[in-house]
């Protein structure tokens, strides 16, 4: 067998495990990310009086490790909503309908069907709305 064909065979034979590695670590990768991942559902938005801004309720789920919840947040009319960077006036564990009631343009009422099981987070105000829960 000559030296070249050697060489050949034994770098063919490095390079199998080398690359086998590689898309192991990529699908560990790959699963592992998965199970930081939260779910979000978008479930209503309800428009202030003038329109100009909404309440959005959404369900979140994380996984086996952190509960179910229901949140909410208030956004500018024409703004996306992002469960990353829009900040939540709203936290209850576990999926809940949520009864949304504007009183103004500046004050919005929050009720709960049946009563909430446990609130993580419930906000006095977000930004210039007053939030009166029932």
Not at 23 to 46: E, P, T, W
Not at 92 to 110: K, L, M, N, S, Y
């Amino acid at each position: 067998m000559s030296r070249r064909r050697w060489i050949g065979i034994v770098a063919a034979a490095l390079a199998v495990p080398v690359a086998a590695g590689f898309l192991f670590v990529a699908f560990i990768d790959n699963v592992m990310s998965g199970f930081g991942a939260c779910r979000v559902v978008r479930q209503k938005a309800y428009a202030s009086p003038s329109g100009g801004k909404l309440v959005v309720v959404v369900w979140k789920a994380c996984g086996a490790n952190v509960p179910d919840s229901t949140q909410a947040s208030i956004i500018a009319r024409g703004r996306t909503f992002s469960p990353e960077s829009t900040p939540t006036f709203l936290s209850v564990r576990e999926h809940q309908d949520v009864r949304v009631a504007w009183t103004g343009e500046h004050a919005v009422r929050i009720g709960f069907i049946p009563g909430a099981a446990q609130i993580d987070k419930r906000d006095q105000r977000a930004g210039d709305v007053a939030i009166n829960y029932e």
